[in-house]
T-cell receptor, first 114, second 111 residues
Framework: AQSVTQLGSHVSVSEGALVLLRCNYS??????LFWYVQYPNQGLQLLLK??????LVKGINGFEAEFKKSETSFHLTKPSAHMRDAAEYFC????????????FGQGTRLTINP | GAGVSQSPSNKVTEKGKDVELRCDPI?????LYWYRQSLGQGLEFLIY????????KSGLPSDRFSAERTGGSVSTLTIQRTQQEDSAVYLC?????????FGPGTRLLVL
């Protein structure tokens, strides 16, 4: 069965600083990987996805993530944080074949300090 | 274009009552999912519809929960005899290939 671990339920960075949100996954077969963002009182919005093409994936709002099979990781980064990046971020995994439900991590709440 | 829509956006009900939550997927998307987001449990898969295949109900927490999808489009999630632990945000998603697109959710509060 797949699982996702997001290290750090809360991350706080200063405006302009590097954002690094960690995600490690467990899957018996190569998966698809996703990062979603949830702003207060809103649904989930897709940031980026890995679907077995390029290992460095660029998404919206300046975010990117790198798939590292050897580390079973898919960490999310952004070089310079903006106040508008304050939100909750979810990493999710899905099998390429078979069960197609998303398995989510517990989420990381990102706070941006002025 | 139009995204996934859900109604109502908020629902307050009394313990023991039945509720129906509606999801309108993106036109042309063949798969539809329901998830539940709650403080203690995070985001949990509930049920999945794909075309005319039998739904995957493996995530439904009890037999009080059921869902149907009519005409391959609109879906309704029904919770019978609601309990306080059913209070959560219920999210619907529809799928184009490997990507799930989420609606804004229905926030359910059971008093």
């Amino acid at each position: 069965a797949q699982s996702v671990t997001q290290l750090g339920s809360h991350v706080s960075v200063s405006e302009g600083a590097l954002v690094l949100l960690r995600c490690n996954y467990s899957s018996s077969v190569p998966p698809y990987l996703f990062w979603y963002v949830q702003y207060p009182n809103q649904g989930l919005q897709l940031l980026l996805k890995y679907t077995s093409a390029a290992t460095l994936v660029k998404g919206i709002n300046g975010f990117e993530a790198e798939f590292k099979k050897s580390e079973t990781s898919f960490h999310l980064t952004k070089p310079s944080a903006h106040m508008r990046d304050a939100a909750e971020y979810f990493c999710a995994v899905r099998l390429i074949q078979g069960a197609q439900k998303l398995v989510f991590g517990q989420g990381t709440r990102l706070t941006i300090n002025p | 274009g139009a995204g996934v829509s859900q109604s109502p956006s908020n629902k307050v009900t009394e313990k023991g009552k039945d509720v129906e939550l509606r999801c309108d997927p993106i036109s042309g998307h063949t798969a539809l999912y329901w998830y539940r987001q709650s403080l203690g449990q995070g985001l949990e898969f509930l049920i999945y519809f794909q075309g005319n295949s039998a739904p995957d109900k493996s995530g439904l927490p009890s037999d009080r929960f059921s869902a149907e999808r009519t005409g391959g489009s609109v879906s309704t999630l029904t919770i019978q005899r609601t309990q306080q632990e059913d209070s959560a945000v219920y999210l619907c998603a529809s799928t184009l290939r490997e990507t799930q697109y989420f609606g804004p959710g229905t926030r359910l509060l059971v008093l």
